[in-house]
């Protein structure tokens, strides 16, 4: 999953694609390079940032979800319903929710549902998240998010645990680790690790300046890797051909597990 955010805030490509023809240009580049699935985003859910008013992001949005849904499956990144039905009009099949809330429009739009797991709301999620138990806590929540959809009818469910929402650099970490008992629950699992401020933060070190956002490339591949490897069907990603190749190397190594290496020489 290819990220496109058509905002001005976004915390890595923010401003970039605010430019309906740049976003579509970029939502092309990514699915020429191996994306299945484009996420067009038109609020940014960063810890500081600022609402955006229903009208605004439905400008933002339903352009560049009109001229990409002809060439690759598009996913629309809103918690509005609004958002959601109009983008699922304009040829979105599969609604990124990060408040895990709108099932019933999958269930009546007949389109895919993400549920994302968050503690509090973007503004203030990183104060203080706790938790008694994050594990059983985001496991428990996507299990009975992802039961409510699929007793509602909708058809393609996926669960993502939320790895920076509301969560300090060690619940992401944990998160990551238990990653294969939530496979287990049954439910497609979708990962975002992609340019993440712990990553900035565990790069550098105790007490050193964070890596900046164009420095987490070698955490963002090693994470969604691990992510898969752990069997997640999907990542959320900036950067489509380096998660492309390590998407491979891990099918390989899935087909080679049984003996034969899948690809190449071997060596
Ligand atoms: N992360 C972001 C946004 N949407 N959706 C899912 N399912 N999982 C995620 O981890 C996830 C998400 C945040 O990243 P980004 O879109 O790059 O930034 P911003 O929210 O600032 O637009």
């Not at 009009?89 to 968050?118: F, Q, R």
């Not at 706790?130 to 007793?151: I, M, S």
């Not at 950067?239 to 034969?260: I, K, M």
């Amino acid at each position: 999953m290819g990220v496109l955010n058509v905002t001005p805030d976004s915390f890595s490509d923010g401003g970039r694609y605010l430019d309906a023809g740049l976003a579509v240009a970029h939502g092309l580049e990514m699915a020429r390079q191996g994306a299945d699935v484009v996420d067009v985003g038109g609020e940014s859910s960063r810890p500081s940032a600022g609402p955006v008013s229903q009208r605004e992001e439905l400008r933002r949005v339903v352009p560049v979800i009109e001229a990409l849904s002809p060439h690759v499956r598009v996913s629309v990144d809103t918690v509005k319903r609004a958002v959601a039905e109009a983008a699922v009009s304009a040829g979105a099949t599969l609604i990124n929710d990060i408040s895990a809330s709108l099932w019933p429009v999958a269930a009546e739009s007949g389109a895919g549902w993400v549920a994302m797991h968050m503690q509090g709301a973007p503004r203030t999620m990183q104060h203080d998240p706790r938790y008694d138990d994050v594990v059983a806590e985001v496991h428990g929540f996507l299990r009975d998010r992802a039961r409510a959809a699929l007793e509602a009818g909708v058809g393609e469910v996926w669960v993502d645990p939320g790895i920076g929402f509301g969560k300090t650099a060690g619940h992401n970490l944990t998160l990551l680790h238990h990653l294969p008992e939530l496979v287990a629950q049954g439910v497609p699992v979708l990962v975002g690790t992609s340019r993440k401020s712990f990553l900035g933060r565990l790069a550098a070190g105790p007490g050193a300046e964070p890596a900046g956002v164009d420095e987490r490339l070698a955490g963002s591949i090693a994470t969604a890797t691990w992510a898969m490897l752990a069997g997640a069907s999907m990542v959320r990603v900036h950067d489509v051909a380096s998660a492309l190749q390590a998407a491979t190397l891990v099918g390989d190594s899935r087909v080679g597990a049984g003996g034969a290496c899948a690809a190449g020489t071997g060596r």
